[in-house]
Structures are given as C-alpha cells and as structure tokens.
C-alpha cells in the first residue's frame, strides 16, 4: 500500500506529495511491532534509494516471513532530489535542522512535521544518509552519547562497519533522529558512500542489517544473513585530517584502509605549476574511515578521518 | 584610516580571499562595524561603504573623539558576492552560523575565527545582517535575549523598533550571538532590504550607527535624534500565511498601519488569472515583515504583524 503522509500546493500547477510503503502481514493481529525507514532527506544522497528498493523487493519474495509492519518513506525531499540539491530548493534550507517542524509553519516545517506525527509510535525507525558529494564514508550508525545505551544494541545488529558515538553538537537538535528519540521512538541515523552516487554494495550490506534488526524486534521471521561485527569508537579516537594549502587533491591512499603514522595520505597539487603545495602525512596510525572525494579543496578542507588505534 | 587585510585564504584558481579592516581613529576598542556574511548582502555592503565614506570624512575633520577607535569590515563573503551565491560556495555552508569559529577546522570555521579574533574585545559591536526568510523590514535593531543584553543600549540607534530575539539552537553560531557571550554589546541593524539597494533605508541605517556612535561618546556628529524606539518581543510578532499557493499580490509595506479584517494581499491563480484567495488581517497593527517574492506557497508566511500597535 501506497499512502500519501503529506500534500503541498506548489505555486503553478503542481502537488508536492511525500508518499510511504507499508508493508504488512497476511494475517493481522493488531499487536505487531513497526519499523519505520526513513530517507531522501538530503536531496543529494541517493544511496537509501537501493536500500528502500532492495527492503521491498525482498520482504515481498518472502511476505509469509513477515510478522510486523514496515513503513518505507523514500523520499522526504522530492523538490531538491530531482533538483539535485542538498537542501530544500527555493527556502535554501536543511531540511535535517528543521525537525519537528510546526502544523502552522511553512512548506518545510509542515512537511516536517507531518512526517514525525506518521512516525511516532514506531517501536524503531532508521535514518538512512549518504555523506555529501565531498566525502566517502563507509557504512557506520552515528549515536550521541545521550542515548547510546538506548540504541547500541540495535546499531550493533545493523551490519555496519563502525559505529561512532559522538557529543551532539546544540544543532543537530534539530534533526529527525535527535526528534524522534526525544517522543520516544528509539531512532538511528546510517550514514555510508558518497553524495550524488550509489553504492549497490553498501546498500545490500544494509538491507542484510535491517532484517537482522527486524528479526530481533519480531518484524520478519525469515533466514537472515550474519551480520558483521562492528568497529565501536567514541570521539576521542578519531582524528580530523584537514586541508593545509588550497588546490586538488590527489588521493595516496584508499578508502576503509589501514594507514601509520607518518605515511602519505595524499596531495594537493597545483595543475598550473605541476607543484605539490602540500603534502598529507597521516598524524596518528589507524583505519580511515572517512576520505575525500571531490577533489577540489580549500585551507580547512577535510580530507579524512582516521580512527586511531586500529589496524586493517 | 588605516586599511589593513585581516584575513586572507588561499584559493585553488581565483585570486585570494582578501579581508579587509578599516580603523578610524586610535586607543581603545570602541566599536567595530560588521557588512555581509552572505553573498546576497548587497544593502549591507552598500550601508557599509557608506559609513567608510563619512568616518573618512569625519577622521579627517577630527570628528573622532580621543581614545576610541572604530574598525569596519565592510565585507566577509565578496567570494560568493562576485557569483551570486547566498552562502560559501563549495560547500553551502553559511559564516554567520560559523561563530566563534575553529582556527584549523573547515573551510567557513576558519574564515569565522579570524574575523572573530579581530573583532572581539570591542565594547560594542554592530552588525549588518540578513534574515534567513527573505524579504523586508521595518528597519530595526535586533539583539538577542541572552540575559546579558543591553536594550535601553539599542534604542541610542534612534530606529523605529528594537527586537528581542530568544536564541534559538541556530542562533549559536551568530557573530551577533558569540560577540555578545564575549563580553561585547552586540547588535544586528536591519533595514529594508536585502538583495537590493534601498537608498532611503541605507541612509537611515547609516545615520543610526552615527548616531549611536556619537551617543556613546565616541565621535563629535550633528544629526537628528531619531525615533524613541519602540522595544517588542519577536515571539509577539503574528505571522500571517497563505492560505493557497499561487501568484502573490502584496498590498501592504513594512511599516503600513492595518486594520482588522482589511484585505492585505491576494493570491492569484497562475494559470487561469482568477483571485483565488484574500489574505485578510486577523488584528489591527504594523506591518513589521512582508514576503517578497512573487510566488508564494500554500502556508508561507507572507507578513508578520506588530499587533495592536499605531503608526
């Protein structure tokens, strides 16, 4: 079933409409559990469109195996997916610090709440981000320390690479996940792949995690696939690599891998001079786990992250 | 006057980020004046221009009273000026939610802490500022409720209102936010437009920070006294929506008197013609903000009203 949550009047001939999946089971008994996958917030990140297509197609090979409700919303942000744009187009907004929005507020803060009021009373909802086109990020649920005795048991089935635990910055009050926890919806938000790009395989990795969540909340009673083990880390360990000099960056090294202390991360290199202007050297030995992808840079730039203390 | 870069960044093609600082007279930090932020500031660099215009005059006629010193920066973001872009144009992000800034972190963090580096330990500090709703204003002088605020300090601006601003998560980042947490007293001057010039409320931006300079004993300048400035909550402002989305039809100024029931603006079918909605005043007021643009969308906020107030 196909349900419009929420509709918008644009101003010449058109209905901005933010539409869900649901699917349940054969047999109703009305005590089942909901998960609720959320995506499309950025209009830039596409990888959680593999992941809502390949959940459904899935769950419908199998629908006998399903013992609970699953809510997919594709695309939160229609307007700036097909505009190719991070935010919301026109209003210039993101639209992750608009949540819970307001019934009487405008375009994007009605959507946002509408969304919410459609969520709420979920027993779990998941958050599915690319990064931006400037980074590639392997698959890892990000946790603010407030609530990481709520939600690491779930990220831990999730199939994830890493999971990181970090001090949430006051803005990101703002954002759906952050939300959702305050009303009581245990809420994780996977970030993985790159901005404008799809990575089948990290999506498969997901879509492999969520039915192992499923299974363990008593959504789906179907064969799941193990899950890997992931690296937990708190922010402390990991070190910011950023942009000393401005120009193009040449990567040395390869993403998800081991890197010492010392060892060359990159370049940033001046096409009109055929000059290194700067040289990145590794400060600390561990996995880089974060790493720049559009090449063009400028001082302060990150170029990547690096979780210290672990080897590949 | 002493220009001086106060910051520079390196940029892969274009010529360098250059920042610049124009100090009038010499001793203590009195007051530094801040322009855009943002690429669309365009009043705000033109207003700024302006008071470099006239402290140079008054520097050179000793108008700048012993012991006080006066820095303007009259532009932060002429990189994303020069191609008509809002914010930093690699990656979106917007300097006046970058404050105090972080020295070796991103891009905007480190443009943010090198501004603030400078214009910190000012006792008073003004900035030219935009609203993240486009549109226009009264002109009025903003500043935030953070328990430290000194309003009878913004009336001296001798503008027709002073707000009060809750700050909200996002205020955070301000440069008006950190410079009044740094000890300065801190203030936004709004005026009526944004992305272009209105001389008439350039000029009365203008004249409100001489005034307030002069007020503050800071320069020797005859001008008039201004309003005595009417102090209101922003949580008290009353936002009027559209009912409908269509072609907008605005029938009302910042700062029209409105009277209850009056039709203040229509909505207009884009395709067939027809009026489609009237938007009528739900309380007697002032006119404090107006959408702009000439679309509008279903529940867009197309005014904000001073309720019960007269002109």
Redesign the interface.
Known sequence: MIKTVVSVGLPVGEVLNIKKRTLKPEKIRGNEKRICIVTGIHGDELEGQYVCYELIRRIQEQISCLTGIVDIYPCINPLGLEAITRGVPTFDLDMNRCFPGSADGDMVENIADKVIDDVLGADICIDIHASDIFIREIPQVRISNENIEQLFDYAMELNVDFIWAYESPTVLQATLTHTLNQHGVPTLAIEMGVGMRLTKSYGEQIVDGLFSLMKKAGIWSGEVNQVRKPIVSTDGEVELVHAEASGIFVPDIEHWNGIRKGDAVGSIIEPITGEIKHKILAPCSGMVFSLREYPVVYEGSLIARILGGVES | MIKEVIYS????YREDLTIYGYTFGRGEKSACIVGPTRGNEIQQLYVCSQLIKTLTILERTGAILSKNEIMVIPSINHFSMNIEK??WA???SDIN?KFPGKI???????IAAGIFEKVKGYSYGIQFASF?TPGDFIPHVRLMDTGVQNTSLANLFGLPFVMLRKPE??D??TLNYNWQMSGANAFSVYTSATDTIDEVSANQAVSSVLRFLTRMGIIKYNCHSGYISSTIDEDTLL?I?AD????YRRLKNPGDEVRFGEVIAEVID??EGETISQILSPSDGIIFFTHTKP???????IYQLIRRMHV
Request: charged letters at 25%.
């Open positions: 960044l390196k940029a892969p809002r914010f690699m990656d979106n939610k070796d972190g991103e891009t905007t963090e480190r993240h998560a996002f955070y980042g936002p929506r409908v989305s269509g072609i884009p395709m679309l509008v969308i279903q529940n867009g906020m």
